[in-house]
């Protein structure tokens, strides 16, 4: 190597923009992930707050029907593809080079445009609300997240711009799970083998093989509704010959292992805060990575019981009724190995394992209305009511934000040096999960007394229930302005974290972060450290 | 910038293009049934 390009390697970071805009540093990279995801957290916050205070009160409030369901729509988008997906891809930035030894990503220009291609989606997102508002604009994208056909057919332009926008998310999900896929394969320090790698490397193994076997689906499926809109075929349109079902197959092939895209991250989180702050291994390494490849492997054939009722045959709902109640078997093996790496533990209770537990309680509930929502004739049922809104909300704020929080709360002090405040942390853990399950809970009562969803208005008989869910969301969004303050705080300053803030970090796991000073240097493991 | 050498790279470009051509392939399937469409 040149000593010219030696010694460029070695300069610090740049300074101004040009640090930010053509970063090619993991570290860098991962915290502008982590704050857009932060933006983007408030953006989809503040259209689940409109539709909580319309929902406060039967009748109409504040919102028209088109207006509340494209808020709906933004909401479920915005929450899935810019504040959980780009989070965890950050913490995914941050920690897998460090932990498994490697200088950086493998491929860092690729991470970059990963990254910057994001804010055009967003900008894409914000586009599809407003044109729909705008005169001309046609009717507003009021089809929920799922973009069903024929109704997503007929929309107005508002569809176009959310097409796009999945479109330039889906390119930028695959080339940042490519780049990741790459580095645990190929950038793994000498001695760094399989088995030793940390559960979240393995976690984002699987998170982005899968990204990369279903966004293209997704990319298609889209592409397909685009052509039915605007180029005179008639994949999804009945009176053409084509199957509006069809479209349901793709978005949900798509749409079920989407789910464990953004639970495995977050189990990953688990797996290095539960043995740490329990001062243990984690029981059964192995087979709980075992069970995350059986998770992954059945999450991709069980599409279609989100489709229960659009009249398949009795065998094939019978099969994926089945398949989709075997995956309680993965799950529960997690969920025990979390619960027995704590058994007769040293623990302590700060806030990354408070959220830990809470994960544990929460998620576990959503397991059990999984596996009613999984068997057909009480499916039947359940479809389409709020008992389905409770469920995956139960599901993905603690399995995927909680468990974001809890990895926050975990790196914050590696991240920036600093220890966050763990009063201020313990206050914001109690908030927002009392909040959230005043929230969420009470719409498994509403549910099964049969409130629809993705409707504006609702019967009297149904007001209590929503009364306490608005009011249990209001605190639950407002619990994060805490959240961000908690962050600015640590990031300016703070008690001065150890290289190693956590006493039982690194218990049975090769897993170099914590080797490194907290904030790490901009350039990390130049030359590879050998593991033993 | 990382210190990965040019065998590192070729390898890390190689793995990343059999990722891409999955990726690729995968989405395919639609446009194979466009093709289809359009042709009848």
């Known amino acids: ?532 | 910038m990382s210190e990965m050498t040019p065998e590192q790279k070729k390898a890390n470009v190689r793995l990343a293009l059999v990722l891409g051509a999955i990726a690729l392939l995968i989405a395919c399937w639609p446009v194979y049934m466009l093709r289809h469409a359009v042709t009848g």
Do not use: C
């Not at chain 1, 965890?88 to 920690?95: F, I, Q």
């Not at chain 1, 059945?298 to 599409?303: A, T």
């Open chain 1, 1 to 532: 190597m040149s000593t010219v390009a030696h010694e460029a390697h070695h300069h610090g970071p740049p300074t101004g923009w040009k640090r930010w805009v053509f970063s090619t540093n993991h570290k860098d990279i991962g915290t502008m992930y982590l704050i857009f995801a932060l933006v983007m957290l408030f953006l989809g916050g503040a259209s689940a707050m409109f539709l909580r205070a319309e929902l406060f009160e039967p009748g109409l409030q504040i919102l028209d029907p088109d207006l509340y369901n494209n808020l709906l729509t933004n909401h479920a988008l915005v929450m899935v593809f810019g504040v959980v997906m780009p989070a965890a891809a950050g913490m995914a930035n941050w920690m897998i080079p460090m932990m498994i030894g490697a200088p950086d990503m493998a491929l860092p220009r690729l991470n970059n445009l990963s990254f910057w291609l994001l804010p055009f989606a967003a900008l894409m997102l914000v586009l599809s609300t407003i044109a729909g508002q705008l005169p001309g604009g046609g009717t507003p994208v009021n089809t929920g997240w799922t973009l069903y056909p024929p109704l997503s057919v007929q929309t107005g332009m508002g569809m176009d711009f959310a097409i796009f926008a999945i479109h330039i998310l889906g390119m930028s999900s695959i080339m940042a799970a490519i780049n990741i896929v790459t580095t645990i394969v190929n950038m793994r320090a000498p001695g760094m083998t399989w088995f030793k790698l940390p559960l979240f490397v393995w976690a984002w193994m699987l998170t982005g093989l899968l990204l990369i076997m279903i966004m293209p689906v997704l990319a298609g499926g889209v592409t397909m509704l685009l052509f039915d809109r605007h180029f005179g075929t008639a994949f999804f349109d009945a009176a053409g010959g084509g199957d509006p079902v069809l479209f349901q197959h793709l978005f949900w092939f798509f749409g079920h292992p989407e789910v464990y895209v953004l639970l495995l991250p977050s189990i990953g989180v688990l797996g290095m805060v539960v043995p740490t702050f329990s001062r243990k291994p984690l029981f059964a390494y192995k087979p709980l990575v075992y069970s995350m490849f059986f998770l992954t492997a059945l999450g991709m054939v069980v599409w279609a019981h989100h489709q229960y009722t659009v009249g398949m045959s009795q065998t094939v709902t019978t099969y994926f009724m089945i398949g989709t109640i075997l995956i309680s078997i993965p799950v529960g093996y997690m969920l025990f190995s979390f619960i027995f790496t704590m058994w007769r533990g040293s623990m302590t209770f700060e806030t990354p394992m408070l959220f830990a537990v809470a994960i544990i309680l929460m998620f576990s509930f959503a397991g059990v209305t999984g596996v009613m929502l999984a068997v057909v004739p009480a499916d039947l049922q359940y479809q389409d009511t709020y008992f389905v809104v409770a469920h995956f909300h139960y599901a993905l704020i603690p399995g995927a934000l909680f468990g974001l929080y809890a990895g926050v709360f975990y790196w914050l002090p590696k991240w920036t040096g600093h220890m966050y405040d763990e009063k201020l942390g313990k206050i914001f853990f109690w908030w927002t999960t009392i909040a959230f399950n005043v929230t969420f809970f009470v719409q498994h009562f509403s549910g099964l007394a049969g409130m629809p969803r993705r409707i504006i208005d609702y019967s009297p008989q149904f007001v209590e229930f929503n009364e306490i869910s608005s009011i249990g969301a209001f605190a639950f969004g407002l619990s994060h302005l805490l959240f961000l303050w908690i962050i600015i705080k640590t990031v300016r300053g703070g008690e001065k974290a150890a290289d190693k803030p956590w006493d039982g970090a690194q218990v049975g796991t090769a897993g170099l972060e914590w080797t490194l000073p907290s904030p790490p240097p901009f350039h990390s493991f130049t030359q590879p450290p050998v593991i033993k």
